[in-house]
């Protein structure tokens, strides 16, 4: 009975496709979020949805469109990737947004060739 | 915007051992200080958390101290062991409803037996 649950778990792709990860919990929490971490492991908040609602856009290409078609999930669609796209993905989720315990998917490793 | 700063990066300490890892932000309208533990494969988990009320909260071996003042928060580990090692990651929030979460670099903990 995962928490937050992401799915690929790998995703490995040529430069130019076009790519969906998908995040689903049932915590029951109203919160939803787009973690990227990268070879440093650098961890920084991409996206985030409140009841369905985006409230968190940080500087990410508009070739990133997250979607929340209901408060349990949160699918990441990824147009024409690149090489720096290459990197950890996490989904989190948490019951508010704002300061509050926000509990982590195991994250989609995405590698571009 | 909130600036996190974490050191060390790397620390080994013997099994048994205490170890202890600072972060400082910058924004001192942030009110919330979690911290999580990064294990190999896996996401970020939550293993406490402090809010600007309090100056300390403890949960088994692990606590976490807070000083609103210098505008620093330490993570403190006692009686180390193998299965504590990973990489810990603080944060601190920003944003006007506080629900942005900036993340610390990282620190790497190795527990040597």
């Known amino acids: 009975d995962t928490a937050v649950s992401q799915t690929p778990k790998y995703l490995v792709t040529q430069m130019g496709n076009d790519k969906s990860i998908k995040c689903e919990q049932n915590?029951?929490?109203?919160?939803m979020y787009w973690y990227k971490q990268d070879s440093k492991k650098f961890l920084k908040i991409m996206f985030s949805?409140?009841?369905?609602?985006?409230?968190i856009n940080e500087t990410v290409p508009n070739r990133f469109s997250p979607k929340s078609p209901d408060k349990a999930h949160l699918n990441l669609h990824i147009n024409s990737l690149e090489l720096g796209d290459s990197a950890v993905y996490f989904c989190a989720s948490s019951q508010g947004a704002g300061g509050r315990a926000q509990h982590f998917g195991d994250g989609t490793r995405l590698s571009i060739l | 915007g909130e600036n996190v700063e974490q050191h060390p990066s790397t620390l080994s300490v013997q099994e048994g051992d205490s170890a202890v890892i600072k972060c400082t932000y910058s924004d001192s309208a942030s009110n919330y200080f979690p911290w999580y533990k990064q294990e190999l494969g896996k996401g970020p988990q939550l293993i406490i958390d402090?809010?600007?009320?309090?100056g300390e909260k403890k949960d088994q071996r692990i606590a976490v101290t807070l000083n609103k003042t210098a505008k620093h928060f330490s993570l403190h580990i006692t009686e180390t062991q193998p299965e504590d090692s990973a990489v810990y990651f603080c944060?601190?929030?920003?944003?006007?409803?506080?629900?942005?979460?900036?993340f610390g670099t990282g620190t790497r903990l190795t527990i040597i037996p």
């Open positions: 949805y409140n009841n369905k609602e985006l409230i």
């Open positions: 402090i809010r600007s009320n309090v």
């Open positions: 944060a601190a929030p920003r944003g006007s409803g506080n629900e942005k979460l900036t």
């Open positions: 915590l029951g929490h109203d919160t």
